[in-house]
């Protein structure tokens, strides 16, 4: 078993506000998980501590198999290479062409040349309809082309780990194929991911695992098993999860 993402006990706290207590959760290589969290702030908070943006309150993340050292920058930048992430404020640098934003991710956490990034990249422009456009700034396009063109950057780095928040809503009907390329590299165990969304009907079909994390509890279900239709709209405010109860 190959773990990319585990969570042991992991509390967050927002303002020193407990969100989230006792997470229990694991994500396998190959694996793709739905998030259905209390209110979208928790659910972000929940993807910011996966990305290494903010330690949690408590208990332990582990990452690719290690546990994380919050007070060791060169560990905790490596760590940071392997994360893919998109969240709702996710934007280009407004004064650079679109192949610049994209190669910019792939030269900055993979090393490489710009040379070699442009070849590298133009598979990836052209499936997601972008290279026509790679000369253009964020400005000539629109916002679904703009949004693509974030997704693409962070799958240009190749991460480890997808981190994806409220993809339905960013990219409409571009979903599907940013979904196939996701899960098309899940499949070759080449990475893990997971996509926080309000649209359950839509991601439940490309995923395996649901996290479902309210105020009362967290469990772990096998997407087949989840049934959107018994999902009630949970409560606004503090969510506290207790020990994980897995169905398989």
């Known amino acids: 078993m190959e773990w990319v993402l585990e969570c042991l006990g992991m509390a967050v706290q927002d303002e020193g506000r407990p969100l989230v207590t006792d997470l229990d959760f694991g994500l396998e290589a190959g694996q793709g998980g739905l998030v259905v969290a209390s ?37 905790l930048l490596d760590l940071k290479r392997r994360i893919g992430w998109v969240h709702r404020r996710s934007s280009l640098v407004s004064n650079m062409t679109i192949l610049d934003n994209v190669i910019l991710g792939m030269i900055y956490h993979r090393n490489i040349r710009r040379k070699v990034a442009e070849e590298e990249v133009k598979d990836l422009l052209d499936r997601f309809g972008l290279y026509h456009h790679r000369n253009r700034r964020p400005a000539e396009l629109s916002f679904h082309r703009q949004r693509m063109a974030v997704h693409v950057r962070e799958l240009a780095k190749n991460p480890k780990l997808i981190l994806l928040e409220d993809p339905v809503v960013d990219l409409d009907d571009d979903f599907p194929a940013l979904m196939r390329e996701v899960k098309d590299r899940a499949r070759a165990r080449e990475a893990a991911f997971l996509v926080a969304d309000i649209n359950l009907i839509q991601v439940l079909s490309w995923v395996d695992l649901v996290l ?16 959107p239709a018994l999902h009630i709209p949970f409560p606004l405010g503090r969510g506290v999860a207790r020990p994980m109860e897995q169905t398989s």
Request: glycine fraction near 8%.
């Open 212 to 227: 479902v994390v309210d105020e009362k509890d967290q469990r772990t279900y096998a997407s087949v098993q989840f049934d």
């Open 39 to 75: 209110s979208a702030p928790l659910a972000r908070d929940l993807m910011r501590t996966w990305a290494t943006l903010r330690p949690p309150a408590g208990g332990e993340l582990k990452l690719f198999g290690q546990g994380v050292l919050w007070s060791a920058p060169d560990r």
